[in-house]
């Protein structure tokens, strides 16, 4: 089983960016995928999530109108699209899958500054 984040770096405020998390291992389609974050000295944190069919969705107060979460299970991939990045956006960025089993990826870090 793998979870793969990608797509992380630095990005001025106001910018975007778009994070990827390949699966494989399992049934991917089965599974919730969210993203979560933890910046430093902070809790682990829900950012967003998708149900398995794709058709729910659920965002955290702090990035609602600003992140948007896909997935796409013929290429076993759920995404996070970010924008008007703000500084305190900054965090390790990871995702889960969930289903009987829940699996972590390794995390992709976003920093926003000037």
């Known amino acids: 089983v793998q979870l793969v984040e990608y797509g992380g770096g630095l990005v001025h405020p106001g910018g975007s960016l778009r994070l990827s998390c390949a699966a494989s291992g399992f049934a991917f389609s089965s599974y919730i995928m969210s993203w979560h974050r933890q910046a430093p000295g902070k809790e682990r944190e829900l950012v967003a999530s998708?149900?398995?069919?794709?058709?729910?969705?659920h965002y955290a107060d702090s990035v609602k109108g600003r992140f948007t979460i896909s997935r796409d299970n013929a290429k076993n991939t759920v995404y996070l699209e970010m924008d008007s990045l703000e500084p305190e956006d900054t965090a390790v960025y990871y995702c889960?899958?969930?289903?009987?089993?829940?699996?972590w990826g390794q995390g992709t870090q976003v920093t926003v500054s000037s």
């Open positions: 889960k899958a969930i289903r009987l089993q829940v699996y």
């Open positions: 998708m149900s398995a069919d794709g058709r729910s969705t």
